[in-house]
T-cell receptor, first 116, second 115 residues
């Protein structure tokens, strides 16, 4: 198992452009999470999927953000009409269905977005 | 709702000295508690977790933490630090039931080890 992978690792875009990030979770994990981390802060929850169903979205996730997990495997996070305030590290994590003996989210390396 | 407060944004320590990183949480329900470490330019790695049972939890790399329900704290300790422990440490909380989803993170404590 190679862990959670994210692509691209870095993305520089101009304000107003659309960007899409991809996350490949650990293969047997049915839960997938997206977080955003800005400089000097801890990660903030954005949304999560159980299989292909998006079960929760944070109020941080504006209408310009959309996430999908069409076949319950990989996920994409799209940001439309990017703004400078979107500059951050976008982290993906995956887990099996939580249970007391195994609850852990495994994080990917993140995609660093810079909006100029 | 849950929240996490990490009381120190930076902790400088000499190599081989002990260290304690402080964490307090707030929650109206029972919680799961975590400490994650983030090395420079790397993703988050779980150090240890408290789900239930013994309040003293041992993790990787010689770290341990103690859950104190009355003080709503989950402080991280290591008896002797190494240069390689230089990193950002995040305390985190999640609702303590099996359908729990998101983890709420603190703002982090930067541990810097001086030789």
């Amino acid at each position: 198992d190679t862990g959670v992978s994210q692509n691209p690792r870095h993305k520089i875009t101009k304000r107003g452009q659309n960007v899409t990030f991809r996350c490949d979770p650990i293969s047997e994990h049915n839960r997938l999470y997206w977080y955003r981390q800005t400089l000097g802060q801890g990660p903030e929850f954005l949304t999560y999927f159980q299989n292909e169903a998006q079960l929760e979205k944070s109020r941080l996730l504006s209408d310009r953000f959309s996430a999908e997990r069409p076949k319950g495997s990989f996920s994409t996070l799209e940001i439309q009409r990017t703004e400078q305030g979107d500059s951050a590290m976008y982290l993906c994590a995956s887990s099996s269905t939580p249970g007391q003996s195994s609850y852990e989210q495994y994080f990917g390396p993140g995609t660093r977005l810079t909006v100029t | 709702a849950q929240s996490v407060t990490q009381l120190d944004s930076q902790v400088p320590v000499f190599e081989e000295a002990p260290v304690e990183l402080r964490c307090n949480y707030s929650s109206s329900v029972s919680v799961y508690l975590f400490w994650y470490v983030q090395y420079p330019n790397q993703g988050l790695q779980l150090l240890l977790k408290y789900l239930s049972g013994s309040t003293l939890v041992k993790g990787i790399n010689g770290f341990e933490a103690e859950f104190n329900k009355s003080q709503t704290s989950f402080h991280l300790r290591k008896p002797s630090v190494h240069i390689s422990d230089t990193a950002e440490y995040f305390c985190a909380v999640s609702p303590g039931y099996s359908s729990a989803s998101k983890i709420i993170f603190g703002s982090g404590t930067r541990l810097s080890i001086r030789p």
